[in-house]
């Protein structure tokens, strides 16, 4: 199914970006492959894969490129992880936010703006995955850092869900903005679900499905 070349798959929920890969792998024939920009078990969508040894080298340019996402917020809860695999809190709403002051809080999260990544994330801290240290009990700190969210647009919203398009430049999580964006408003929330809908000139119509 897969000959040399860069090729965009449309990954399922539950299988990491590495079991998509050895997919792409075994179907082409055990050649050199890896993939351009993870995308959690939990997320499904466009995922950048190189196959073959000049495929491969090109990743680190298409993971630069600008990335469309489509993401549910959960309001009320905070999550452990930021996401729906986490551990919940659930937080006591005294007043539920309309719709202009989800408006207006999210306009603090387009541009150059510093995120700090969630900690259940591959980021390495001290040597080691972030992940793997806060699996372990161990405190991480996380340090902020700069990235670009180019356009939040709201899609839906009846409380306690939030739906946003949103479109970033290389290195937000999606997790992080659906936690700040809570905190901002004071309600709490985390990220329920999420589709990655372009990476680049990459599109969810044009991905080949995955045969697991």
């Known amino acids: 199914m897969f000959n040399e070349g860069i090729f965009a798959v449309y990954k399922p929920k539950g299988i990491t970006s590495n079991d998509a890969v050895q997919i792409v792998k075994r179907q082409a024939g055990g050649k050199k492959t890896g993939h351009a920009g993870t995308l959690d078990p ?18 680190s340019e298409i993971v630069k490129k600008e990335k469309e996402y489509l993401a549910v917020v959960k309001f009320g809860e905070t999550s452990s992880t930021d996401d729906a695999e ?11 936010p309309e719709i202009i002051d989800i408006e207006k809080a999210i306009k603090k999260f387009q541009g150059n703006i510093m995120q700090i990544p969630p900690v259940f994330s591959a980021i390495k801290v001290n040597g080691r995955k972030a992940y793997k240290l806060a699996r372990a009990g161990r405190e991480v ?48 929330g985390y990220l329920a679900d999420l589709e990655r809908t372009r990476v680049g000139q990459f599109i969810a119509e044009e991905a080949a499905r995955l045969k697991i």
């Open 141 to 188: 700190e996380m340090k902020p850092r700069e990235i670009e969210i180019k356009k939040i647009d709201i899609t839906d919203y009846k409380w306690p869900v939030l739906k946003l398009k949103v479109v970033t430049g290389p290195g937000a999580y999606i997790r992080a903005l659906a936690r700040d964006i809570g905190d901002e408003l004071g309600v709490g």
């Open 42 to 59: 939990l997320a499904e969508g466009v995922l950048v894969v190189g196959v073959g040894r000049e495929a491969t080298k090109q990743l």
């Open 86 to 96: 986490g551990e919940k809190i659930e937080i006591k709403v005294k007043n539920i």
